[in-house]
């Protein structure tokens, strides 16, 4: 029965009609670099406005980029390089040493193969200064595996955040960095490997049981265990790395990509999607007893690119879950960025966002960045070198002219 409502979802996206989406504006944040890898957001200033860092793969740059505000963020954002790594696969936010200042972790594949730590400067006014920015490698990590996403989260309630980072290729883990009781002093850092991987595409902190401690939620783009697992945190009683459990939620055997999670008010009401090469879409809900049920297989139009990356947000402000997803492989006048609207009788359309512009996109931030009361889509473009840029969302505008 579970085979047949699969198939039958997936016959009712296909037979959909494809929408071409008029009025999404793309706006430039940066395009100073090579090859941006991925955005994630946080407050480094401390003014209420969630700011992005980005690695630059070829460029070899982590950049960080101080959100404007609304009136002038359709502009170039203001930003610093805030160290040089080769070959950036992720760079993400976390306040390491437990100051009130944000620094910044970078994960390094090719050659580089190090996780990387950009401590912020404590003055204000030197954040936009390279020179006020220092970056130093985490020893644990040096030359061991393929770095590829870090997920800042506290796994046994000592000594502040952790992190957990996750590699692709051979030997590839989920491993924890376990903070030592002066997260500055690097050379304490101690790396537990808890998971055998093939390549980590996405890492998400959640507590997905309700019992009071962080799980990891995760894609693995290759053998072994490709597919989509979560791994139950062992609780702060017993820390002990091989204790955690990798449990099965779907999509086994597939390559996944990006995922997404949207939280519900209980482990009963969460909502998961995945997006899976070549073409789909994938959907699960929560049922009883932890366990997950697949609620839908949708394609993309013949005109997207392969799948990369998906977001769960109510893009139109009806009510409902919408999707928002990215594609590489945009050649030959396909379009990368997706809105998938899901419409009165329940059945979603897709409605192109970028147009053909662009090869190669990546991960997405949802964020209402013009004040207009809907989100707008943050994404970075590796290939055509659009950079860190986001497209604005048409609803609200939409609106007011009807």
């Not at 996944?256 to 999607?273: T, W």
């Not at 147009?355 to 013009?370: P, T, Y």
Request: aromatic share 6%; charged share 25%; net charge negative.
């Amino acid at each position: 029965m579970k085979r047949q409502i699969a198939i039958a979802a997936l016959v009712w996206w296909t037979a959909m009609p494809e929408l071409a989406e008029a009025g999404w504006r793309r706006h430039t944040i940066d395009r100073s670099s090579r090859g941006a890898d991925g955005v994630r957001l946080g407050d480094l200033n401390r003014d209420g406005r969630p700011d992005l860092v980005t690695g630059w793969e070829e460029g070899g740059v982590i950049r960080v980029y101080i959100n404007p505000g609304a009136t002038t963020a359709k502009g170039l954002w203001p930003a610093v390089t805030v160290g040089e790594v080769p070959s950036p696969e992720d760079a993400v936010f976390v306040d390491l040493d437990g100051n009130g200042r944000l620094d910044v972790v970078s994960s390094c594949e090719g050659n580089t193969r190090r996780v990387f730590v950009h401590w912020a400067p404590d003055e204000d006014d030197r954040l936009l200064t390279s020179a006020g920015w220092k970056t130093e490698s985490i020893p644990a990590c040096d030359n061991r595996e393929l770095w590829m996403y870090c997920e800042p989260m506290d796994v046994d309630g000592r000594h502040g955040i952790d992190l957990v980072i996750g590699s692709k290729g051979a030997n590839a883990s989920v491993s924890w960095l376990e903070s030592p009781a002066n997260p500055r002093d690097l050379r304490e850092w101690k790396l537990h490997r808890i998971y055998d991987a093939g390549w980590i595409m996405s890492l998400i902190a959640h507590d997905l049981d309700d019992d009071g401690n962080l799980d990891v939620l995760l894609s693995n783009r290759r053998p072994p265990s490709a597919g989509v697992k979560w791994l139950k945190n062992p609780s702060h009683a017993d820390r002990h790395p091989s204790t955690w459990e990798a449990l099965e939620i779907g999509a086994t055997n597939d390559e996944v990509m990006f995922i997404d999670i949207m939280p519900g008010h209980s482990p009963e009401s969460m909502a998961l999607a995945a997006a899976v090469k070549a073409d789909l879409l994938v959907q699960w809900s929560t049922g009883g007893n932890n366990t997950w049920r697949e609620t839908g297989r949708h394609r993309f139009p013949i005109s997207a690119g392969t799948a990369k990356a998906v977001r769960l947000a109510d893009i139109d402000l009806d009510g409902q879950s919408d999707l928002v997803a990215t594609c590489e492989a945009a050649t030959d006048q396909r379009s990368g960025v997706w809105w998938f609207r899901r419409t009165d009788n329940g059945q979603p359309a897709a409605h192109d966002i970028s147009g053909a512009e662009g090869v190669k996109f990546d991960r997405i931030e949802l964020l209402d960045l013009d004040d207009d009361g809907d989100l707008d889509v943050i994404t970075c473009e590796e290939s055509a070198n659009l950079g860190v840029v986001w497209y604005e969302n048409p609803t609200r505008r939409s609106a007011k002219t009807e």
